[in-house]
């Protein structure tokens, strides 16, 4: 315990966007508590106010409160990058260490397929598998965690060749041990740090892209509270309305921003090499 407030204490800027991005998952977890109104509630009478005492951050279109909908687009967004998150790192992960460990063909087939992968360019390619499952959310997450793995893939790869050299993997490897017990107990703990800072890192870039392919008409569809969806919906009263891009765009940097940061200082925390 008394190590852990030594690292909060020593690392200012790990521990003010630690805060910061607890206040943005709390926001995610009270959204219903936080928001002033049903974000699907639609008041036509109320269309397209501006920002006033009653609806802070004005309506929308079909009169929906945009603060409650900006709320709900944080539940949204996060639980969903999240889950891409968590996608890519188990794919990617999974196949860098088969790829590393057993090398051979298994090798260079998984490797040839992330190069080929990361030969064409990413958000394009996943609008490219985005337009062919349909637009939803989930299927922007397969989209992109089928462009976004190779980069855990090829980390993990590098990180087994160095590992399995150890003369540990060898005498496991003399006494009989079972391949998945190596793995599990011998090559994964010693790489599982640097692949969850990798990921803690990555939040903000995927939030991003679920964002852009979201307000390109590949992501969540009406009446999703998504900010994506919202800054699409938006555009097209962006002379007369321009809250409506405003607002969720401010919250998409916040906590694009936010995120980055968290992982940048994660990884400073992290760093052996502040020890020396």
């Given at each position: 315990?008394?190590?852990?407030?030594?690292?909060?204490?020593?690392?200012?800027?790990?521990?003010?966007?630690?805060i910061?991005?607890?206040?943005?998952?709390?926001v995610?977890?009270?959204?219903?508590?936080?928001?002033?109104?049903?974000?699907?509630?639609?008041v036509?009478?109320?269309?397209?106010?501006?920002?006033?005492?009653?609806?802070?951050f004005?309506t929308?279109?079909?009169?929906?409160?945009l603060?409650s909908?900006?709320?709900?687009?944080?539940r949204?967004?996060?639980?969903?990058?999240?889950?891409?998150?968590?996608?890519?790192?188990?794919?990617?992960?999974?196949?860098?260490?088969?790829?590393?460990?057993?090398?051979?063909?298994?090798?260079?087939?998984?490797?040839?397929?992330?190069?080929?992968?990361?030969?064409?360019?990413?958000?394009?390619?996943?609008?490219?598998?985005?337009?062919?499952?349909?637009?939803?959310?989930?299927?922007?997450?397969?989209?992109?965690?089928?462009?976004?793995?190779?980069?855990?893939?090829?980390?993990?790869?590098?990180?087994?060749?160095?590992v399995?050299?150890?003369l540990?993997?060898?005498?496991?490897?003399?006494?009989g041990?079972?391949?998945?017990?190596?793995?599990l107990v011998?090559?994964?703990?010693?790489?599982?740090?640097?692949?969850?800072?990798?990921?803690?890192?990555?939040?903000?870039?995927?939030?991003?892209?679920?964002?852009?392919?979201?307000f390109?008409?590949?992501?969540?569809?009406?009446?999703?509270?998504?900010?994506?969806?919202?800054?699409?919906?938006?555009?097209?009263?962006?002379?007369?309305?321009?809250?409506?891009?405003?607002?969720p765009?401010?919250?998409?940097?916040?906590?694009?921003?936010?995120?980055?940061?968290?992982?940048?200082?994660?990884?400073?925390?992290?760093?052996?090499?502040?020890?020396?």
């Amino acid at each position: 315990m008394k190590k852990v407030l030594r690292t909060f204490k020593e690392n200012k800027q790990f521990t003010l966007f630690f805060i910061l991005g607890l206040v943005v998952i709390g926001v995610a977890i009270f959204a219903p508590q936080l928001s002033p109104y049903d974000p699907l509630d639609a008041v036509m009478t109320e269309s397209l106010q501006e920002p006033s005492s009653a609806h802070p951050f004005g309506t929308d279109k079909l009169g929906r409160d945009l603060l409650s909908r900006v709320i709900f687009g944080t539940r949204t967004s996060l639980i969903m990058t999240l889950c891409l998150v968590a996608v890519i790192f188990v794919i990617g992960t999974f196949l860098g260490v088969i790829a590393g460990y057993f090398g051979g063909v298994v090798d260079a087939v998984i490797m040839r397929i992330a190069d080929m992968m990361i030969s064409f360019p990413g958000l394009v390619l996943a609008i490219a598998i985005a337009g062919m499952l349909g637009p939803n959310l989930v299927n922007a997450v397969i989209s992109i965690a089928a462009v976004r793995w190779t980069k855990y893939a090829r980390l993990a790869r590098s990180m087994v060749l160095k590992v399995k050299k150890s003369l540990y993997i060898e005498a496991a490897v003399v006494n009989g041990t079972k391949t998945w017990k190596i793995l599990l107990v011998h090559v994964l703990p010693n790489m599982v740090t640097q692949m969850v800072v990798t990921a803690a890192a990555d939040i903000g870039t995927m939030m991003l892209e679920l964002a852009s392919l979201s307000f390109l008409g590949f992501g969540a569809t009406a009446p999703t509270p998504e900010w994506g969806l919202m800054l699409n919906e938006g555009r097209t009263y962006m002379a007369k309305a321009p809250w409506l891009m405003i607002y969720p765009g401010i919250a998409i940097v916040i906590c694009v921003v936010v995120f980055n940061m968290l992982g940048d200082s994660i990884r400073d925390v992290l760093d052996p090499r502040q020890d020396q």
